[in-house]
């Protein structure tokens, strides 16, 4: 008996194998279940019997008081997350810099639960979440229920490899019918049900929950001979486990950014949620070459998609002043997770802007992050109206000082004209000391607002002053020796800014950090830009008639005048210290793409030369676009632009163009 039942144990495991790693069943359901009865009967009549490899040991049912810490022998770090293309291309250009030619392997980013398994000839001894990457926790007892984890490998080695436990998307549905008819809470997305399952003190309660997984890191492949990342991949399946048939070996960067294009498309009709593309260097000899920082390792790196949408309720709306009057109407939420953050507030433009939408308080909207980063309301779930909403109203009055708001004529916003308005003055006292702006360190939003409350910054000059109060500073709450000093500092420091910056922190509407910078090469000093007449601002590229207005307008105002006057007695640098912007014919006024991988020039160096020449860089090709410059394996720019029929250079023409 005790041979019939290894014989059955080698069978379920093949089945297993067959069914959930290679997606190919080789029996049928029915025999499956007949096979598995038929051992269970054979283990309860002899429990001495029982083998930890047996496919009974998914079932769960072991129950622990707790987890128990587990240190990770080779830490599981996490890795360094990039958000756009250029990112990607300044990974792939400093990877180069350290003198390697990349290979690079391409892998789905699964949102789940990432795990860490043990085997002992051949046999799982112990599985661990990764924690804060040196010490996690035990899970073993969960994780053996999960079937396509294999208890025993094909070959009796030792060996630690790593992976993602998730949860199905139609895993999720078929459990939330289940709990939704039991009148139970609904779990609300894969990862968390994933999670959530894994953390059962119960395995019988995660083996209900039916989890898969996909491993995809062999941490020290040298002491198994494998050179490259997709050998170590291979080795992992031929063992047993299961790998994500969709990963790629990719010859350059603009092959990795095909084949995120190319998921990004293909998201939604996957059976599982990925939040992204992992991209690793194959070579295990490069990987050590580029070694770690103290977080990350060097040698690979995640692209985040753009969240998928959320639901929540529109509580409320308020309003905000900003730093030039500008009124806010913004979403307070109910607080919702979006992209890995809780969201509780959005901002909804203008009035025009909700009305369009057709927004009302108490409304279910859809919520997204632009670009990973923004909070932005989407859409009014029509469908979920009560009939208890309440109509949007735009207030007529400043919510700060209650002043009669205005609204200028062929704009959308709403202002409030009160230049002594409280919110104004804070508003436009964070935005100056801002990192995009005068850049001052330890100056940020909540200490600007308890200076200014304390009296002690009631202005942009009283920013430079401060050292006037270094011993008041000492009895606030902290505020030690060492912050004190490295603040004032910071200020000193911010003195010798290049132009460009003080132009944005001087909150000049509709001038922002990148029409500065034009400003400041163009007009090289403060005094050059205040006397411009608006007929040379606006022939100026990308400089149009209301930048140029406002500009003109700023300068006109005394209180303005005299703003910069003060700042330049108390020592601030008033000119550009960039390069001069040249005119050149191959590059004023002319719009380029780059696109491949360049070898000559980085990608910023690059940029920094066209912009110095007068002309601009953008990301995609379009009709507008008059050069693109092509480096090696350029992609489907280089396509785009031939079908276009736009100018195209090779990096070697694009250097020859350049003055000498």
């Not at 709450?477 to 500092?489: A, D, P, Q, R, V």
């Not at 307008?553 to 008033?574: P, Q, S, T, W």
């Given at each position: 008996m005790q041979d019939r039942m290894n014989e059955l144990i080698d069978i379920i495991n093949e089945a297993d194998y067959n069914y959930h790693t290679l997606d190919n069943p080789t029996i049928t359901d029915q025999e499956y279940d007949k096979y598995l009865r038929e051992l269970f009967e054979i283990e309860e009549a002899h429990p001495e019997w029982v083998r930890e490899d047996s496919p009974t040991q998914h079932a769960g049912g072991k129950i622990i008081e707790g987890f128990t810490k587990v240190e990770h022998k080779i830490p599981m770090m996490s890795l360094s997350d990039v958000f756009s293309e250029d990112e990607l291309i300044k990974f792939d250009e400093r990877i180069k810099k350290e003198g390697v030619n990349p290979k690079y392997m391409c892998e789905l980013k699964i949102d789940g639960l990432s795990v860490s398994l043990l085997y002992e000839k051949g046999k799982l001894v112990r599985a661990a979440t990764r924690g804060d990457g040196t010490v996690g926790e035990d899970i073993t007892h969960n994780v053996k229920t999960i079937k396509v984890i294999p208890l025993k490998l094909k070959e009796e080695v030792d060996i630690e490899v790593r992976g993602e436990i998730?949860?199905?998307?139609?895993?999720?549905?078929?459990?939330?019918?289940?709990?939704?008819?039991?009148?139970?809470?609904?779990?609300?997305?894969?990862?968390?049900?994933?999670?959530?399952?894994?953390?059962?003190?119960?395995?019988?309660?995660?083996?209900?929950r039916k989890l898969d997984n996909f491993i995809y890191h062999l941490p020290n492949p040298l002491d198994y001979n494998l050179h490259t990342h997709a050998e170590a991949v291979e080795y992992m399946k031929n063992l047993g486990f299961k790998t994500n048939p969709n990963n790629r070996l990719v010859n350059s960067i603009e092959e990795v950014l095909e084949y995120i294009e190319e998921k990004g498309k293909l998201r939604k009709s996957l059976p599982y949620d990925i939040d992204g593309v992992v991209i690793k260097v194959n070579s295990i000899a490069d990987q050590n070459k580029l070694g770690y920082t103290a977080k990350y390792p060097k040698w690979a790196t995640a692209y985040k998609f753009p969240a998928e949408e959320v639901l929540t309720k529109l509580t409320d709306i308020i309003f905000t002043v900003g730093r030039t009057g500008q009124i806010t109407p913004n979403a307070v939420l109910e607080p919702v997770i979006v992209a890995g953050s809780t969201i509780s507030r959005a901002t909804l433009h203008n009035e025009d802007y909700v009305l369009e939408k057709d927004l009302k308080i108490g409304d279910i909207v859809s919520i997204r992050k632009a670009g990973d980063v923004i909070p932005e309301v989407v859409e009014r779930k029509l469908e979920r109206r009560t009939g208890k909403e309440k109509d949007f109203i735009m207030i007529t009055e400043c919510p700060m000082c209650n002043t009669k708001l205005i609204k200028k004529e062929g704009q959308v916003d709403y202002y409030c004209p009160n230049s002594k308005c409280p919110a104004r003055h804070i508003e436009g006292l964070i935005h100056f000391a801002s990192r995009d702006a005068m850049n001052i360190d330890g100056l940020g939003d909540r200490i600007m607002e308890d200076f200014y409350n304390f009296g002690f910054i009631g202005n942009i000059a009283d920013i430079y002053s401060l050292k006037e109060h270094?011993?008041?500073?000492?009895?606030?709450?902290?505020?030690?020796?060492?912050?004190?000093?490295?603040?004032?500092?910071?200020?000193?420091?911010?003195?010798?800014?290049?132009?460009?910056?003080?132009?944005?922190?001087?909150?000049?509407?509709?001038?922002?950090?990148?029409?500065?910078?034009?400003?400041?090469?163009?007009f090289e000093t403060m005094a050059n830009l205040e006397k411009a007449p608006e007929e040379e601002l606006v022939n100026i590229p990308d400089i149009g008639?209301?930048?140029?207005?406002?500009?003109?307008?700023?300068?006109?105002?005394?209180?303005?005048?005299?703003?910069?006057?003060?700042?330049?007695?108390?020592?601030?640098?008033?000119?550009?210290?960039?390069?001069?912007?040249e005119k050149d014919e191959n590059f004023s006024n002319k719009t380029f793409v780059l696109t491949g991988s360049l070898q000559i020039f980085t990608r910023e160096e690059a940029k920094e030369k066209i912009e110095s020449l007068g002309g601009k860089t953008v990301d995609s090709v379009s009709k507008k676009t008059s050069v693109v410059i092509v480096g090696e394996n350029p992609g489907s720019k280089y396509e785009k632009a031939k079908n276009l029929g736009i100018e195209i250079w090779t990096e070697e023409e694009f250097k020859e163009k350049l003055p000498e």
């Open positions: 998730f949860m199905n998307k139609k895993t999720l549905e078929e459990l939330n019918a289940k709990r939704k008819a039991k009148g139970e809470p609904l779990l609300q997305n894969c990862r968390n049900a994933a999670a959530g399952s894994i953390r059962q003190l119960d395995s019988k309660i995660a083996a209900e270094a011993e008041d500073l000492k009895r606030l709450e902290g505020f030690g020796e060492k912050s004190i000093t490295n603040l004032l500092e910071a200020i000193e420091k911010s003195k010798e800014n290049s132009l460009e910056r003080l132009i944005f922190a001087l909150g000049i509407p509709h001038v922002g950090a990148k029409t500065a910078k034009i400003l400041a090469a163009n008639g209301i930048i140029a207005k406002s500009i003109i307008n700023y300068f006109l105002d005394d209180h303005h005048k005299a703003i910069v006057e003060e700042l330049k007695d108390l020592g601030l640098n008033m000119n550009y210290l960039g390069k001069k912007v």
